[in-house]
């Protein structure tokens, strides 16, 4: 049977400039997965790997042919397989560009797969290049340090393997209570924006709780009251309220189990995003072999840099977010109401303008409609679902984890804290105030009703309690099934779906909704968990219209959804959106993606969606160039009258994630939606923290020529199609950060 790459390599050399340029291509349908079909039959990737990697033509590449990025993520595809081997271009390749094999392993995460048959690839070549031999010996080091760090995870495990997941929600919890409350919640128990600074803690417990859903009998995932009541019997209440030495210690010992496994799965998950996938996707540092040790050398700042400080543009944006919902508010009529009981009405009123806030973020840049749908395909109204977790939230940080910091003032012991804390709910006939919660579903319900009362339902609706419930809720034995057999798939993480089901029952971590940002949980929950739900394809649509309107709004022609000419660029797809002013035309792919959290998950993204959309948009820049010079229906639509030159052309990449912001992709720059979205409203200004410390004045386009002196504005002289690509470029928008 012919070989696909090969052929296409041939087809390629006839209408590509170079030979360069015919491996590129035929490398980069490799990397996108093509071809899909032979015939009716399906080709998998292990089919691919084995056909591009056999393909005659790779005998045929100089060296230097290797050393395009779209080349080294090629290879690094080879490192990433099992199933073939080709030693004999390996070889060749580290004769004359051992970096670029040296980057290939790296980007193949080669770094964590020890029995990769790939490492003995390198192995057989190191002899003859000192290159591949020192990155061997880094590898070791970093394979025996992986090695130790799996080893003290396991062996703290060992002690706690009889517990149930619901024994360790009780051992995360305490933890908190002891170790992290304490610190992070007095004097201002919930700070928004930034991640909190004990993320990696969440991540951990996750970490832990996702092991013992894959090994715990299926039994306990169906709590019933008998097993609540003996878990708190053995794992609480020798804690608050000691009756036996010997329980006491057990307990005591098995809280201690917990924190040794913590901190182990903590240095191991450390190990991981600091030290491994920084080898493996930091090009902004080396790691350099001394002995036995291996010590970062910083290569590029600059690259470096851009981690923090998109999580700074992360933190900045939540702020703008929400003074965006600030002033809505007060607009509206509900500011001059008293929300819930007057002892609550401050509290509410937040969690309102949160609520708010999100569903602003929501709705401008993920198109996210008034209505959303569940897993089980029930429509959910958005702002009501949203104000359901912040009042969740209200609730908690008030009556448990508030209760909780003004015992722990006064007592400076989080044991005594927390027993007045539980003793004290109990005095009050209130429902149980420790550390975690659990109802079963028809309470729940019941409970959270009267936070869907609307002019429709003026009592609250039972029946949208229900799906805002199910929308936070994650099935535990759904999760268990899909960890054990492997299942592919996202999962959801503790703050995407706060509400844990077991069976009938359904468990919440106060602390945990408390601490959480909501709007990232939203985000995630819609976007990262629900990204292949039906209305997924309808947001992107409603992207794309609002960004129009936004643009429209400054004086732009524009055209959405536009096609190419039959006969004309058919392969270029569809155009998301074309505008012009000013006699400059831009044409912009939309992309939206979700909230990442790892190097690892941000690199991926600029590898495959965002190098595809650089590739799309060189397409789709070329036919929209020959369109224009044909002076028909495109010309006309946007209201450009062309002289003999073609207008000056802008492709942007515009995504709802801001990673990789202000890179470019097949020459084009990426930016985030929101960033433009602030640009053509000029209120950069939201952009401060929620004390106003960040008080300089920020810099804008020709101040100096019309004696600018402080304003905010981007546009002292008034806004124009050039001046918003200044201040894109310059990332103005950034300014105060």
Request: glycine share 6%; aromatic share 8%.
């Amino acid at each position: 049977m012919p070989n696909y790459y090969d052929q296409y390599f041939q087809q390629q050399l006839t209408v590509q400039v170079s030979l360069h340029a015919a491996a590129e291509a035929t490398a980069s349908a490799y990397l996108d997965g093509k071809p899909r079909l032979r015939g009716k039959y399906k080709v998998t990737s292990a089919e691919r790997d084995a056909d591009f990697w056999s393909s005659p033509f790779l005998e045929e590449l100089p060296s230097e042919a290797w050393r395009s990025d779209l080349m080294v993520l090629a290879l690094a595809r080879y490192f990433a397989q099992e199933r073939i081997a080709n030693v004999d271009l390996l070889a060749r390749i580290a004769t004359d560009s051992p970096r670029v094999l040296c980057n290939a392993v790296r980007y193949a995460g080669l770094v964590l797969c020890q029995h990769s048959p790939r490492r003995t690839d390198l192995a057989q070549i190191a002899g003859a290049h000192p290159e591949v031999a020192e990155l061997c010996k880094v590898l070791d080091i970093f394979e025996l340090a992986h090695r130790e760090r799996l080893a003290a995870v396991e062996h703290a495990r060992s002690t706690l393997r009889a517990l149930t997941p619901f024994d360790l929600l009780i051992h995360a919890s305490l933890h908190v209570f002891e170790h992290i409350l304490p610190h992070s919640l007095a004097p201002s128990p919930r700070l928004d924006g930034a991640a909190s600074a004990n993320e990696v803690t969440w991540h951990a417990i996750n970490d832990i709780l996702l092991w013992k859903l894959a090994t715990a009998p299926e039994s306990t995932l169906k709590l019933h009251e008998a097993d609540i009541g003996r878990s708190l019997g053995e794992h609480l209440a020798p804690l608050l309220s000691p009756s036996s030495a010997v329980q006491s210690v057990v307990a005591h010992e098995m809280r201690a189990a917990f924190g040794a496994l913590l901190e182990a799965q903590i240095e191991l998950n450390e190990f991981v995003s600091r030290s491994a996938d920084a080898f493996s996707y930091d090009d902004g540092i080396r790691f350099v072999r001394n002995g036995t040790t291996l010590e970062i050398e910083e290569t590029d700042p600059v690259a470096r840099a851009a981690w923090s400080r998109d999580s700074r543009k992360l933190a900045r944006l939540h702020e703008y977010w929400f003074y965006r919902a600030l002033d809505e508010f007060a607009g509206s009529e509900i500011a001059t109401r008293t929300i819930g009981r007057p002892e609550n009405h401050e509290a509410n009123r937040l969690a309102y303008i949160r609520a708010m806030r999100t569903r602003l973020q929501l709705m401008e840049v993920y198109g996210v409609a008034e209505t959303v749908t569940t897993d089980a395909g029930d429509s959910v109204d958005l702002f009501q679902a949203l104000l359901s977790l912040e009042l969740m939230s209200a609730f908690f940080l008030r009556d448990f984890i508030g209760e909780y910091v003004k015992h722990l003032q006064v007592s400076a012991d989080w044991v005594e804290a927390l027993r007045k804390l539980v003793v004290g709910g109990l005095g009050q006939g209130l429902e149980n105030r420790l550390p975690l919660t659990w109802s079963d579903r028809d309470t729940k319900i019941l409970r959270i009703t009267g936070w869907t009362v609307s002019p429709e339902a003026p009592q609250g609706s039972p029946r949208m309690a229900a799906r805002i419930l199910d929308f936070w809720t994650s099935d535990w034995v759904s999760l268990a099934v899909q960890v054990r057999s492997s299942q592919a798939g996202l999962r959801p993480e503790l703050f995407e779906r706060p509400i844990l089901k077991f069976g009938q029952c359904l468990v919440q971590l106060p602390w945990l909704i408390c601490m959480q940002n909501n709007s990232t949980a939203a985000i995630n929950n819609l976007r990262r968990l629900g990204a292949r739900r039906g209305e997924a394809r309808e947001e992107t649509q409603r992207i794309e219209a609002h960004l129009g309107k936004a643009l429209e709004a400054r004086g732009f022609r524009v055209m959405l959804n536009w096609h190419p000419p039959m006969g004309t660029h058919e392969n270029a797809g569809e155009v998301d959106l074309i505008c012009a002013r000013d006699g400059i035309v831009f044409v912009i792919e939309v992309k939206s993606t979700f909230i990442r959290k790892s190097q690892r998950d941000t690199w991926l993204h600029a590898t495959t969606t965002l190098r595809r959309a650089g590739q799309q948009l060189q397409r789709k820049v070329a036919a929209v160039l020959e369109a224009l010079a044909q002076d028909g229906e495109l010309t006309n639509g946007l209201g450009l009258e062309l002289s003999r030159s073609a207008p000056p052309i802008h492709g942007w990449i515009v995504d709802t994630s801001i990673e990789r912001d202000h890179e470019r992709f097949s020459g084009f720059l990426k930016l985030s939606l929101e960033e433009l979205l602030i640009a053509l409203r000029d209120d950069r200004s939201l952009l401060h923290d929620l004390n106003g410390i960040f008080s300089r004045p920020a810099r804008g386009l020709n101040a100096s020529k019309v004696g600018h002196t402080g304003t905010n504005t981007l546009y002292p002289a008034g806004f124009t199609a050039g001046l918003l690509i200044e201040a894109i470029e310059a990332e103005l928008v950034w300014d105060s950060i």
